[in-house]
């Protein structure tokens, strides 16, 4: 059973930045698929990015351009960096974990997920 938590978030001024993390247990992130999601209030959940298991990279219009994924075997850990922040981007953040091979961009296809992480981003 793979356990993910997600840290980093917090309340940042639009046009900053900011580093989320995903630590894993009990797998390694370079065995699954990991991506990141994100919820804003009264929304539904949205797909952000992904990184394969072999690393290749799978970025929608919504994250290309400012968010970053990336990965660190040594530390069982995918980092989501996220720059130029805007009001919009005021949601929980969420990392997931799929065993299948790809670019899985939707939930279902997602097998385990963090607790999710807040990021408020203020004017």
């Known amino acids: 059973q793979v356990q993910l938590v997600e840290s980093g978030g917090g309340l940042v001024q639009a046009g900053g930045s900011l580093r989320l993390s995903c630590a894993a247990s009990g797998g390694t992130v370079s065995s699954y698929a990991m991506g990141w999601f994100r919820q804003a209030a009264g929304k539904d959940r949205e797909f952000l990015v992904t990184i394969s298991r072999n690393g290749g990279l799978y970025v929608t219009d919504s994250a290309k351009g400012r968010f970053i994924i990336s990965r660190d075997n040594a530390k069982n850990t995918v980092y989501l960096h996220m720059n130029s922040l805007k009001l919009e981007d005021t949601a929980v953040y969420y990392c997931?974990?799929?065993?299948?091979?790809?670019?899985?961009?939707?939930?279902?296809?997602?097998?385990?997920w963090g607790q999710g992480t807040q990021v408020t981003v203020s004017s």
């Open positions: 997931a974990a799929a065993r299948r091979l790809g670019f899985p961009s939707r939930g279902g296809e997602y097998d385990y």
